[in-house]
């Protein structure tokens, strides 16, 4: 050591000069944040060593935490787990929330849409014995819920009421073996008998050999039961077998397609409906705005009575409702015998009642395929297409003026076999 | 007293002079140095461009021809010209200038004939350059201070100082106890 302080002594002495000047000179000075020299080198020195050594440390204790020691790798792993399959439940439960509201939407829509009165209902339980396919909802004898009442969905329909209880009731649905229901084709208008058969499938029985149905027809309730309003979804055909005297049909019930629903709605007053010529889509509902007010009575209508009666309907056909078509042919048959509807018993024009035989034959209400009833002789009423349906146990309605709902001929002449009501035309 | 005058570079260094001053005259040399530095600039505003205290340093360390002596003379010759210097220049600033300064002119001082006139001047010529340039790269990296790089000017006030050296170094010559 000595040797080498000898041998360098004059470059040592400068080296230890300069430093010890750089030491003062570093005192001495300051920067423009008026910080002295020595610190700001000081800091600027030892900044990098500080982070190369933090560095390494922190790389070293990870390595020793993640590589070696891992000494909670597995509570953490239990954990995670832990939450991830809570997570996984909480994802299956928000989706059936979803799922759920998107249903309830779709119920609305329809409740709001259909002509009958319904009232929303919710499954909160299913039958316990295998051979029955039933199911429970909220709804009892306390909502207005009665035995034999229908149970549908937008879809189409589910089943019908078989037990009522104060806050529940019991839903049959129709594909349990003792589900019957009376269907018609949509495009032949085929009737027949949907049975359950215990299966996620139906069949139609009763249907002739001759009557025409193809695989993927829809079949709609027929209201011969007197439990489902007429025009009602139930399914569409996936098979049709040959057979004697009837065919064989095996039907994908449409309310079932996705399984027993959450929510459904119970028929409280059911009102008929056209079969509809084209299959329901299973979309949403989309409804257009009003069509604008006619600025000038539509040519051809009479002016309003003087007498402060209700102005006359359009002679000629107007679009709107069946219960508009119906007033429509009514109006124009006592417009040929000169006489004033609405004009009440005491009215003076009234000689005679008009002659409703006379009425134009409406193509729609003439029942075709087998069962179908030809149109009753003498004084025949030609009702609108919609009526409440009256349920079993109750006196029949007696359509009034005021009421003006009114019941195919068919349809009049089933309803009254059906319930043993008192017969004949319906007074006006 | 007379000096080799054909050759400039020594071929050992028994053949060069080792200068010795007095006490007196390695003290009081500098202080006139710093005290002309200090005070004539200010009344003669024309000879601000003289390093005086520079040129002794070099004169010093080549006479000593010993790079201790030569350093701790330019240390202390610098600090103090820091010290009156006040805040314009931090102390150690020509502290440290003026001590590579003392260190190599007496590094070199052994190796040349430094009693040549033009190896005087070349010497101080190089030393003044080396002196500017060296005190601007530490304003420049301890300081972090923008100032101009002025070559041009510096290489003519070395040729001024350098005239100026001769002749102080011939005054000098006249203050120093040759031993061989």
Request: glycine content about 8%; aromatic content about 8%.
């Amino acid at each position: 050591m000595e040797s080498f302080l000898n041998r360098y002594r004059n470059i040592t002495v400068l080296l230890l000069v300069i430093f010890a000047q750089l030491v003062l000179l570093a005192v001495d000075a300051k920067n423009d944040q008026h910080v002295r020299f020595i610190r700001v080198w000081t800091v600027t020195l030892v900044s990098p060593l500080a982070r190369l050594m933090e560095g390494m440390r922190g790389s070293s204790i990870g390595f020793v935490h993640n590589y070696i020691t891992l000494h909670d790798s597995d509570a953490e792993n239990r954990r995670l787990r832990a939450e991830n399959d809570r997570l996984k439940l909480d994802k299956v439960f928000l989706t059936n929330e979803l799922n759920r509201a998107e249903n309830a939407k779709a119920l609305q829509i329809f409740q709001q849409h259909t002509p009958s009165k319904t009232l929303a209902a919710s499954v909160f339980s299913t039958g316990i014995a295998s051979s029955r396919k039933v199911v429970y909802v909220d709804r009892g004898s306390s909502s207005g819920v009665m035995r034999e009442m229908a149970v549908v969905t937008p879809d189409g329909i589910i089943g019908k009421v078989t037990a009522v209880y104060p806050t529940a009731a019991e839903v049959l649905l129709i594909t349990d073996r003792m589900f019957a229901a009376g269907v018609v084709s949509g495009k032949t208008h085929a009737h027949g008998t949907l049975k359950g058969t215990g299966t996620s499938q139906c069949k139609v029985d009763s249907v002739a050999f001759e009557d025409k149905v193809d695989p993927g027809d829809w079949f709609y309730t027929s209201g011969d039961d007197r439990i489902f309003p007429r025009g009602m979804p139930v399914g569409v055909v996936k098979s049709v077998k040959p057979g004697q005297p009837y065919r064989e049909i095996t039907l994908d019930p449409s309310g079932m397609a996705r399984g027993a629903p959450d929510d459904v709605l119970i028929v409280i007053e059911g009102v008929h409906q056209d079969i509809p010529d084209t299959p329901p889509a299973n979309q949403q509902v989309y409804l257009a705005p009003p069509p604008p007010p006619l600025a000038e009575p539509v040519a051809g209508t009479e002016a309003a009575p003087a007498d402060g009666s209700q102005p006359a309907a359009p002679a000629h056909p107007t679009p709107g409702t069946e219960a508009d078509k119906a007033r429509a042919l009514y109006q124009k048959t006592a417009d040929s015998e000169d006489i004033v509807l609405g004009g009440g018993a005491t009215g003076q024009n009234i000689k005679r009642p008009p002659d409703f035989t006379k009425l134009p034959v409406d193509p729609r209400t003439v029942p075709q395929g087998r069962g179908a009833a030809p149109p009753a002789p003498g004084p025949a009423v030609v009702p609108p297409a919609v009526v409440p349906l009256q349920k079993k146990g109750t006196e029949a309605p007696i359509p009034t003026k005021s009421t003006a709902p009114a019941t195919p001929p068919d349809a009049v002449r089933r309803a009254n076999q059906a319930g043993g009501g008192p017969g004949g035309p319906p007074q006006l | 007293m007379t000096y080799s005058g054909g050759r400039m570079l020594l071929s050992s260094q028994r053949e060069g002079q080792v200068s010795r001053f007095n006490v007196w005259v390695a003290i009081l040399v500098p202080l006139a140095a710093l005290l002309f530095q200090v005070y004539v600039p200010t009344f003669l505003h024309f000879l601000s461009f003289l390093e005086m205290p520079l040129l002794v340093v070099v004169y010093l360390g080549l006479m000593r021809r010993n790079p201790v002596s030569g350093l701790l003379v330019g240390a202390a010759v610098g600090l103090a010209q820091d010290a009156w210097s006040g805040t314009g220049s931090p102390l150690g600033m020509f502290g440290i200038t003026k001590t590579l300064v003392g260190y190599f002119a007496a590094s070199i001082g052994m190796k040349l004939d430094v009693d040549n006139v033009l190896m005087r001047f070349i010497l101080a010529f190089f030393f003044y350059v080396f002196h500017q340039a060296f005190y601007w790269v530490m304003e420049h990296a301890l300081l972090s201070q923008q100032s101009p790089f002025d070559l041009p000017g510096w290489l003519g006030l070395g040729v001024l100082n350098a005239l100026v050296g001769v002749a102080l170094f011939h005054f000098l010559d006249k203050l120093r106890v040759t031993a061989r």
